[in-house]
C-alpha cells in the first residue's frame, strides 16, 4: 500500500518545486516557534529572579540567533562540516563534478550552486542555502571516490532536488535553532541559576519547579523542531532526483554503496546529521529506542527498494 501510494504520488510531481511553498511556511514556523520557547524560558527566569531585563535579553538573542540562522545557517553548517569551497570554473580534478552539477541544475531550472568537498574518506553528501540563488552542495572526497559517474549524478540530483523545494532552507534553519536551544539549556543547568533553591519572592518555588520543567522540555521540543524536517522529504528528494536524472538505478546503487560504508563520518554531530544524504549517525541511533523515535530519515533498504521499483 505505501509502494502504490508513494508512486502515484510521484507520477503526479510535476516539478521539483512541489513543496517549495510548503517548506517556506514551515520555516517561518520554526523560527517563530524557536522565539516562542526561548521567550518561555526568559519570562520564567525574569519571574524567578524579579528583573524583566532576563526576557528583553532571551528575546533579544533569540530574534538575533533567528537572523543568523536564515542568513548565515550555510556558512554555520560548512565551517562544522569542514567543506572548503572549489573554485568556479574550476581546475584539476574538480573539473567533472563541476560540470555533473551545472548539467543537472540547467536541467532542473536552477543557479548552479556553489560547491563545496569535504575532505573526508566517508562517503556523503549534503545541501544548505537559504534560497537557489544562494545555495550550496557539498560532498566527501570519499562519495567522489566510492561512486560512479551515473551514482554520482543520482546523488547530486537528490540534492538539488532539495534545493528545489527549499528543503534546505528548513533543514537548516532547523539545524541552527535546535543547536542553540539544546546550548542555552545546558548553560543553564550548569550555571548557578538551577542550582537555587528558592525565589526572592513569593511562589519563587513553584516558578523555580516551571522553569525546572521548560529547561527539561527544550531539548526535546529542539529534537521535535529537527523532526518537523520530515523523513518524507527524503523520499521526495530521491523520487525528485530519479526524475532529474531519468535513471532511478543510479541513485539506488549510490545508496548501496554509502549505507555500506563503515568509515565514519568525521565531523558527524546531532546538529546537522538529519542534512546528510545518509544519517552518519544511524549505527549510534540504533541502540536508543529514544533516537529511534526522533529519526530524519527513513530506512536506506526502504529507499533503495523504491528507486528500484521505478525502474519497472
Same mark, same amino acid.
Do not use: G, Q
Given at each position: 500500500m505505501y509502494l502504490v501510494s508513494w508512486k502515484l504520488e510521484f507520477d503526479s510531481m510535476a516539478t521539483l518545486y512541489?513543496?517549495? *511553498? &510548503?517548506n517556506i511556511r514551515k520555516t517561518w514556523i520554526l523560527m517563530s516557534g524557536f522565539m516562542l520557547i526561548i521567550g518561555l524560558l526568559g519570562w520564567l527566569l525574569s519571574l524567578y529572579f524579579e528583573e524583566i531585563a532576563i526576557f528583553y535579553i532571551f528575546m533579544v538573542v533569540s530574534i538575533f540567533m533567528t537572523i543568523i540562522s536564515y542568513w548565515f545557517s550555510d556558512r554555520i553548517v560548512? *565551517?562544522?562540516a569542514g567543506a572548503k569551497e572549489i573554485e568556479s570554473p574550476p581546475t584539476g580534478g574538480n573539473q567533472e563534478l563541476y560540470r555533473i552539477v551545472e548539467n543537472l541544475s540547467i536541467a532542473a531550472g536552477l543557479p548552479t550552486p556553489k #560547491?563545496? #568537498? #569535504?575532505?573526508? +574518506? *566517508? +562517503?556523503n553528501a549534503f545541501a544548505t542555502g537559504r534560497d537557489p540563488k544562494h545555495s550550496i552542495v557539498a560532498v566527501t572526497e570519499g562519495l567522489l571516490q566510492m561512486l560512479d559517474? +551515473?551514482?554520482l549524478e543520482g546523488v547530486l540530483a537528490h540534492e538539488l532536488s532539495h534545493i528545489g523545494n527549499r528543503d534546505m532552507l528548513v533543514a537548516t534553519v532547523a539545524a541552527v535553532l535546535a543547536g542553540v536551544i539544546t546550548m542555552i539549556v545546558d548553560l543553564m543547568f550548569r550555571s548557578r541559576i538551577m542550582n537555587s533553591l528558592g525565589g526572592r519572592r513569593k511562589g519563587g518555588g513553584i516558578i523555580l519547579l516551571l522553569l525546572l520543567v521548560a529547561a527539561i522540555l527544550a531539548p526535546i521540543a &529542539?529534537? @521535535? #523542531? =529537527?523532526?518537523?524536517?520530515? =523523513?518524507? =522529504?527524503?523520499? @521526495?528528494?530521491?523520487?525528485s532526483g530519479a526524475l532529474l536524472t531519468r535513471y532511478p538505478d543510479g541513485l539506488a546503487r549510490a545508496l548501496v554503496k554509502i549505507s555500506s560504508s563503515t568509515i565514519p563520518l568525521k565531523h558527524a554531530n546531532d546538529m546537522t546529521s538529519h542534512l546528510y544524504i545518509s544519517d552518519p549517525l544511524k549505527e549510534e541511533r540504533k541502540t536508543s529506542f529514544i533516537a529511534k523515535l526522533f529519526l530524519t530519515h527513513p530506512p536506506i533498504e526502504e529507499r533503495i527498494k523504491l528507486l528500484r521499483a521505478m525502474s519497472i
Open positions: 512541489t513543496h517549495k *511553498s &510548503a560548512t *565551517s562544522i #560547491i563545496y #568537498i #569535504i575532505n573526508d +574518506p *566517508s +562517503p559517474k +551515473p551514482e &529542539a529534537a @521535535l #523542531i =529537527r523532526f518537523a524536517v520530515s =523523513r518524507s =522529504r527524503e523520499t @521526495l528528494a530521491d523520487a
